[in-house]
Each structure stands twice: as structure tokens, then as C-alpha cells.
């Protein structure tokens, strides 16, 4: 299957605002969520009126009163594995590895991570050459066959072997490895984040860093939400740098996306299709969610089962043909995904929010509040 043009589907109207400052605001450090609540449910949730430009100050468990008999629920059950190695070389030296991806076809790896050849990350790369191994157990080693190359928007991606044997990668993955918290959350990983970085609904494997939005649901919630005549189906996207890398160009049309592979299952599309053939709500869970929908009807003008890749860039002005309402986390400034927002709410709109959002003391990323943006 052909990967997504960038080119094309990247394709937008010259922004109003295109410098990366614009899409910049203030935050105290105290207001970045280190742990999670013990109830997922009891976040709190900031309501966005697009139409009349209202804010709203609810928690998560009043989101039911947002969704209508007949909408579309889509959620991204992808599963977060425990990419983040600590392993030794031969000189004793302490080396930490985060694993990315595997290295083959991505379109044919949603949910596969048995491979033993991937792309990482590399902490302290400058002390090792191509050809080290980095022992992580007896069972388990990372060989550095390539270095990335360094680029504008950071490091690149290293070449490794996984070496493992006596069990499945994907099992000494869970012994030896550490659920990659992201770099904002500045405390050691506890057993408990194997469990709470984790949506209850996680299936497939793949992802670098939780789909964050869908950590505020509980089965409860979800049983109540299909009792009200909503349609709740699950799509893949398999998180990676394309989510998480900052943006260092002053310019945003200067921004590269990385790639991260999805795959929307047969069920899902014919859900969808079929609401908004019947002006039904699609409502998105997440920003992954948006971009591998609204990436698929510009390939091929409507919702189909597929298995691919995208890149695509979301940056306001952008027109949504599929996401009606979107329920997502606060997101860091000057970020990609603050941009995404920007596309839907309008960039004022958002600021202003997240303005109010820091006087109200929301809670603010992975571990944190949500935002719901209504119509």
C-alpha cells in the first residue's frame, strides 16, 4: 500500500500564524501532573463551546452529557510497551536505550514487536561505535548497528539488534523494561505507572507514549456510554516521535512530522461512514485519533479499513472533514499538538483557555485534566 503523500495531504492555506511563538504560553511547573488520580474518572474537564465561544468547568465524569444517541466514539486502543532499557557496555559504562519502532515495513508491524531489528533512541551515544552491544541481562542486549544522523529537530534514529532469547521479545520486554514516562514527569517510574500510563481499554502493542486522552476512561464509563446509544469503536495508532518531538523551527511549515504507522479495522470505518452519512457526531478521543481520520479521508476521500502511515501536520487553517468534537489532555506549549487544537477551536480561542485553565489550577499533560471541544 502506498504510504500518504506529505506533500498533499500537508497541503494548507498560508497560516495566520506560522511562527512558533504564537503558539507559546505560560505555565507555572507546579501545574504539570507528576502522578495520576486514583480515580481516572474524577479528572476534571474543561468544556469548550466552538459556536459561542463559552468555557465551561466540569470533570470527566459529566462527559456523557456531551455525546448524543447515534454518535460515533472513537478511541485508540493501542498498548504502551516498555521501550526504555537500561543496560551496560563492555567498559561498565551505564547506557539507556528507547526503543521506537521496528526497523521493517511499518505498515506491516501495527501491534508486531517481536522484531529484533529496531530504530532508538540512545542516551550517551557519543560512547559507543557501531558494532558495541549494551548488555540489559543475561536474556536480553541492544547492538548499535547505525548511528542517526543529528538533525533540526533532534536526534535521529539509531539502527539496533534487540538479541534475546529463551522467551518473546515482547515478554522480556515487560521484565526488563520501563513504561518511557515522558520527560516532563520528573520522578523515577513506579510499578503503578505500568498500569495507570495505560488506557483500560489497551490492546495492540506498539506505542512509545500513552494516548492520553483515553486514560480518563473507566469500563464503567465506557458500559454507560454504550447503554446511552452510542457507538464506541477503536482505531490504532501506534504513538511515536511524530507525537512527542518538539518543534524547533521558528517557522511551523518548517516542521518535519515524523511517521506513525495506524490501521482503522473494518468495523470502525462503517461505523463512521455511516454517522456521517446520517449527520451523526464523530467524536475523536485524542489527537492520535484526529490525525489518523482525518489523515485517511484526505488519501481517500472517506473512511476506509486500512493499514498504513502518516505524517500529516495539523495547523490551523485546516478544515476537518471527519473529527466533529474532540476530547483531549492540555498539551505542552509550542507544540504540534497545541497546533492540532488551534486547527479546531481556533488559535485565540485555545489560548485563551488554557490562560483560564492556569488561573482555575487544571492539572496539565499526560497525568492530567482534560479538555472536551464541543461544537
Known amino acids: 500500500m502506498k504510504n500518504f503523500d506529505s506533500e498533499q495531504i500537508n497541503a494548507q492555506q498560508i497560516p495566520q500564524y506560522k511562527n512558533l ?30 459556536e459561542n465561544k463559552h468555557v465551561e468547568n466540569k470533570h470527566f465524569f459529566d462527559f456523557i452529557n456531551y455525546l448524543e444517541k447515534g454518535d460515533v466514539l472513537v478511541l485508540n486502543n493501542t498498548k504502551v510497551i516498555p521501550a526504555r532499557l537500561i543496560g551496560t557496555k563492555s567498559t561498565g559504562a551505564n547506557i539507556e536505550i528507547f526503543l521506537l519502532h521496528p526497523a521493517s515495513d511499518k505498515n506491516q508491524n501495527v501491534g508486531k514487536t517481536d522484531n529484533s531489528l529496531w530504530y532508538a533512541l540512545i542516551k550517551n551515544l557519543k560512547r559507543l561505535k557501531s558494532g558495541d552491544t549494551i548488555c540489559v541481562s543475561d536474556e536480553l542486549s541492544v547492538k548499535l548497528l547505525q548511528k542517526g544522523e543529528l538533525t533540526s529537530s533532534g536526534p535521529g534514529e539509531n539502527l539496533v539488534e534487540v538479541i534475546f532469547k529463551g522467551d518473546e521479545l515482547s515478554n522480556l520486554l515487560e521484565k526488563y523494561g520501563e513504561i518511557p ?53 477503536y482505531i490504532t495508532l501506534n ?11 521558528k517557522n511551523i511549515l518548517d ?6 504507522s495506524f490501521e482503522i479495522p473494518q468495523d470502525a470505518a462503517d461505523a463512521i461512514n455511516k454517522a456521517k452519512a446520517e449527520s451523526k457526531n464523530i467524536v475523536a478521543v485524542g489527537t492520535t485519533v484526529t490525525r489518523a481520520l482525518e489523515a485517511t479521508h484526505q488519501k481517500y ?20 472533514k471527519v473529527v466533529d468534537k474532540l476530547l483531549t489532555n492540555f498539551h505542552l506549549p509550542k507544540s504540534t499538538l497545541i497546533m492540532l ?18 488561573d482555575e489550577k487544571y492539572r496539565f499533560f499526560s497525568y492530567g485534566d482534560c479538555m472536551f471541544i464541543d461544537k
Open 21 to 50: 511563538e504564537d503558539f507559546d504560553y505560560f505555565l507555572p511547573d507546579e501545574l504539570i501532573a507528576q502522578f495520576p488520580l486514583k480515580k481516572r474518572d474524577n479528572s476534571r474537564m474543561m468544556v469548550l463551546s466552538r
Open 181 to 233: 514516562l515522558p520527560p516532563y514527569i520528573q520522578r523515577k517510574n513506579v510499578q503503578e505507572d505500568k498500569n495507570t500510563y495505560q488506557t483500560v481499554f489497551a490492546k495492540i502493542p506498539g506505542s512509545v507514549a500513552a494516548p492520553t486522552a483515553g486514560l480518563h476512561f473507566t469500563p464503567e464509563t465506557l458500559d454507560t456510554i454504550r447503554k446511552k446509544g452510542v457507538n464506541v469503536v
Open 239 to 249: 504513538v511515536g516521535l511524530g507525537t512527542f518531538l518538539p518543534v524547533k523551527e
Open 255 to 260: 516542521h518535519k512530522m515524523h511517521t506513525e
Open 301 to 320: 476521500g472517506k473512511i476506509l479499513p486500512v493499514k498504513d502511515e502518516t505524517d500529516i501536520f495539523i495547523y490551523p487553517p485546516f478544515e476537518f
Open 341 to 358: 487544537v488551534s486547527a479546531l477551536a481556533g488559535r485565540d480561542f485555545i489560548l485563551e483557555s488554557y490562560k483560564k485553565a492556569v
